[in-house]
C-alpha cells in the first residue's frame, strides 16, 4: 500500500511545482457491459446524491451540480448533506431503497489478509459483492486519473467501482507562524520539544491547541498523530497486532497510550463544548498556537481567516525524529453510482463531467485534497506546505484497520485517544493498554 501511495504522491509533488504529467493509460475495458456516459437523457431527471457535512465539499460541489445543471438543463442534481455520524445510518437505507444515484465513500483501503482469521469483510465489499455499487470499469473518464491510485484504492478484483476525490494527510498539526516566531518556538521535531513548545505558549498566556472535541472523534484524529509516529510502517504494525508481535500494553504501546493523554491536557480550557466546524475558525483567530487536524481543514481556516500566516507539520509523537517525518493519509470523498440507480445515464454524465480536468482542478483547490490525477492544477497553500512530506505518506494504519469479528470497543480501532477522561472512562494509560489488548485476544480467539 505505501508503495502504491508513494507512486501516486510523487505525481502528487509533480502538480505542487506546477510540472506537467503525461495522462496514464486507460483502464481496458472488461467484458462487463457499461452505459455509456454520452448518452442524453430525453426527460428531466433528477439525480439524488447524498454527502456528509464538510463546509468546503458542500460550497465545492454545490457549486460544480450548478455549472453541470447549466450544460445539462434536463439535469437537476438534488444533494443531500449529513452529519458525519448521521451519513453512515442514512446512506445505506437510502442506498437499499433505491433513493440514491450518487454516494460518497471513503476508498477501499482496508483489505482482508491471509493472516487475519474471523473477520467481517469491509462494508464497501459487502455493498460491491451485493450489486449496491455500479461498476465502472471501462469509462472513457478513468484515464484522467493516475491508474495506480485508482487501482488501490477504487477497485475491487481488478474492477472499478468508485473514483477517489483525492487523499487527505490527517496526523499533522496546523500551527501559527506568527506565533512562533514571537516567542522564539522552533517547530518541533521530537515529542519533548513539542512539549516545551506547549510549555512555552502556556508561559506567555496563548493556549497551545485546540480541537472539535465537543464531536470526539478529532480527539481521535489528534491521538493517531501521536500513534503515527510511533507505528510508521502501517504494514508491519497491523500484521504485528494479528500475529501478537505487536500488542496493545507492550512497552512501545504504553508509551503511544501515555503520549495521548498528555496530549488531552495541551488543549484549550472548554474544548469540550467546542464543535468540529467551529474549531477551525478558532485556530483562524490567530490567538491559539496550534490545531491538529486534517489538511481538509485547511480551507476553512483561510475562509476565516484569509491572510493567516499558517504552516503544517507531522505530530511529533515519537523521540526519533526520524519517525516523526512520517504523515498518515486516507483517501477521501470518493464518488460511486448505486448499483440500482434508476438514473444510471445521468450519473456517469456526472461523474464524467466532475472527472474533465478543469472541473476536478476547481475541486481539489477548494477542498486542499492531493489529487488523484496527474494533470490537474494544484494552487492551493495547503498543497505548498504539504510538498516537503509527500516521500513519508502513507495509509494510516486507522484506515487500514481489519478486526476480528466480536472484538472488544477499546480494540475496534487502533489507539483511541477519546476513551480517556473526560471523554471515555480511563485515566490511567496502563489500565486502558491492558483493557484493549483484552478486547483484541478476545477477538482473535473467538475467531480460531
Not at 438514473?343 to 466532475?354: P, Q, V, Y
Amino acid at each position: 500500500m505505501k508503495k502504491y501511495l508513494f507512486q501516486a504522491l510523487l505525481l502528487s509533488l509533480a502538480i505542487v511545482m506546477l510540472v506537467g504529467c503525461a495522462t496514464p493509460a486507460t483502464l481496458q475495458p472488461t467484458a462487463v457491459p457499461t452505459v455509456a456516459a454520452s448518452a442524453t437523457p430525453e426527460k428531466p431527471v433528477t439525480l439524488k446524491m447524498i454527502i456528509w457535512n464538510n463546509p468546503p465539499t458542500v460550497d465545492i460541489l454545490t457549486k460544480i451540480n450548478d455549472e453541470f445543471h447549466t450544460k445539462y438543463p434536463n439535469i437537476t442534481v438534488d444533494m443531500s448533506v449529513e452529519t458525519t455520524a448521521d451519513y453512515w445510518t442514512v446512506m445505506p437505507t437510502r442506498l437499499s431503497a433505491a433513493d440514491l444515484d450518487i454516494l460518497l465513500l471513503q476508498g477501499f483501503p482496508s483489505q482482508v489478509k491471509d493472516y487475519m482469521k474471523g473477520v467481517e469483510k469491509p462494508s464497501w465489499q459487502n455493498m460491491v459483492e451485493g450489486g449496491q455499487l455500479m461498476d465502472l470499469t471501462g469509462q472513457s473518464f478513468l484515464k484522467n486519473y493516475d491508474q495506480t491510485y485508482l487501482m488501490t484504492w477504487g477497485s475491487f478484483q481488478n474492477k472499478v467501482y468508485t473514483i477517489s476525490g483525492g487523499s487527505y494527510a490527517f496526523t499533522g498539526v496546523f500551527y501559527n507562524k506568527d506565533l512562533f516566531a514571537k516567542y522564539k518556538v522552533a517547530v518541533p521535531t521530537t515529542w519533548d520539544e513539542f512539549v516545551k513548545a506547549c510549555g512555552t505558549f502556556k508561559a506567555n498566556n496563548v493556549d497551545c491547541m485546540t480541537t472539535g472535541a465537543k464531536d470526539v472523534w478529532p480527539l481521535m484524529v489528534a491521538g493517531w498523530g501521536v500513534q503515527q509516529a510511533i507505528y510508521p510502517d502501517t504494514e508491519k504494525a497491523l500484521q504485528g497486532f494479528w500475529t501478537g508481535t505487536v500488542k496493545f500494553n507492550d512497552a512501545q504501546a504504553i508509551t503511544a497510550w501515555t503520549r495521548m493523554q498528555q496530549l488531552l491536557t495541551f488543549f484549550e480550557p472548554g474544548v469540550a463544548g467546542i464543535d468540529n466546524t467551529s474549531a477551525p475558525g478558532r485556530f483562524a483567530t490567530g490567538n491559539i498556537a496550534m490545531y491538529p487536524a486534517g489538511t481538509w481543514d485547511a480551507p476553512s481556516i483561510e475562509k476565516a481567516n484569509p491572510t493567516m500566516n499558517y504552516g503544517y507539520f507531522p505530530m511529533p509523537g515519537s523521540d526519533n525524529a526520524a519517525d516523526n517525518k512520517s504523515m498518515g493519509v486516507k483517501s477521501d470523498s470518493s464518488f460511486s453510482i448505486a448499483g440500482n440507480s434508476p438514473n444510471k445515464e445521468a450519473a456517469l454524465k456526472w461523474l464524467d463531467f466532475f472527472s474533465q480536468t478543469s472541473i476536478y482542478s476547481e475541486y481539489v483547490n477548494a477542498v486542499g485534497v492531493l489529487p488523484s490525477q496527474p494533470d490537474a492544477t494544484l494552487t492551493t497553500k495547503m498543497g505548498k506546505e504539504i510538498a516537503p512530506y509527500l516521500p513519508n505518506l502513507t495509509a494510516h494504519l486507522s484506515v487500514v484497520w481489519v478486526s476480528p469479528k466480536g472484538v472488544g470497543a477499546n480494540a475496534s480501532a487502533p489507539f483511541l485517544a477519546s476513551l480517556f477522561k473526560p471523554y471515555g472512562t480511563f485515566d490511567d494509560p496502563k489500565a486502558l493498554a491492558d483493557a484493549a489488548q483484552a478486547d483484541w485476544e478476545a477477538g482473535v480467539n473467538a475467531s480460531k
